[in-house]
């Protein structure tokens, strides 16, 4: 039977609602952050639900509540993440500042909030979904977003470095444009031919899977012709 657990952040809709469906239906038992915890569909009620927002910087407090629910933490997915359409000189200090706390700043404290329990488990894993904006700067308007993705890449090789022996095993995801809210509200481009997020939780699910002894650093996805990606 399986016992593992996984803390999933951005579980409410898009990737995370997708990855942490497929999770459940694979056995795995969750944790879920979210900013209204009261609004949880009701099929997370067998499992672990806990307030979290990135600008309240709660992340240890989550954490430390899965612990003390489950007594274990096996894999930190990290699906919360904001998008600000903005070029590296208009954007403001502000809009960086927000992106750069929910896409990096909070999962590196998820991350150090589960460290420890990561570490025991001896096959711990983290998921970071970053972006093929972690990997390339595909226009001027992707400017600012690639900066912050760029660091959550850096961060997941700094996660795999940190924990290697330990058996943690970091993975960034990179895709370009997946079919939610997020892609809806900054592209013309048709949601069918668009990467599914049903798709991207497979390719979660897989980091989750392959033994210590097969990491994959980073997963990159596209749905459109790239130059390379
Ligand atoms: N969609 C794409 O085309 C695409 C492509 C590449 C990478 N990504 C990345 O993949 C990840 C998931 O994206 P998505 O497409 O699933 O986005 P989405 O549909 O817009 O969902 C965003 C999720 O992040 C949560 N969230 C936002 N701000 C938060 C905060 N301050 N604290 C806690 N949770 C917060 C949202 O919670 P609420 O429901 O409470 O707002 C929601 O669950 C993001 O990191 C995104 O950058 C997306």
Redesign the pocket.
């Known amino acids: 039977m399986m016992d593992k657990v996984a803390l999933i952040?951005?579980?409410?809709?898009?990737?995370?609602?997708e990855v942490a469906g497929l999770l459940a239906d694979a056995g795995w038992r969750l944790s879920l952050?979210?900013?209204?915890p009261e609004e949880a569909d009701a099929r997370w009620r067998d499992h672990h639900v806990a307030p979290?927002?990135?600008?309240?910087a709660n992340e240890a407090a989550w954490a430390e509540a899965a612990l003390a629910h489950y007594g274990r933490i096996d894999a930190v997915i990290?699906?919360?993440?904001?998008?600000e359409v903005q070029d590296v000189i208009s954007v403001s200090d502000d809009a960086l500042d927000a992106m750069l706390?929910?896409?990096v700043k909070?999962p590196r404290r998820l991350v150090r909030a589960s460290w420890d329990a990561l570490g025991m488990s001896g096959t711990g894993r983290v998921v970071m979904?970053?972006?093929?904006?972690g990997k390339r700067v595909a226009s001027a308007a992707s400017g600012a977003?690639s900066m912050t993705?760029f660091s959550?890449v850096a961060l997941t090789h700094g996660i795999r470095q940190a924990g290697w022996d330990k058996g943690v095993r970091a993975t960034a995801?990179?895709?370009?444009?997946?079919?939610?809210?997020?892609?809806e509200?900054?592209?013309d481009f048709p949601a069918g031919e668009?990467?599914q997020?049903g798709d991207?939780a497979r390719m979660v699910k897989l980091a989750l899977d392959l033994p210590n002894t097969a990491s994959v650093a980073e997963m990159a996805v596209t749905c459109q012709r790239e130059a390379s990606y």
């Open positions: 952040s951005g579980g409410s809709r898009g990737i995370g609602a952050g979210l900013r209204r979290f927002d990135a600008f309240e990290c699906c919360a993440g904001i998008i706390e929910v896409n909070s979904l970053a972006s093929l904006s977003y993705k959550a995801i990179c895709p370009s444009y997946v079919n939610t809210d997020m892609a509200a900054i592209t668009m990467t997020p991207v």
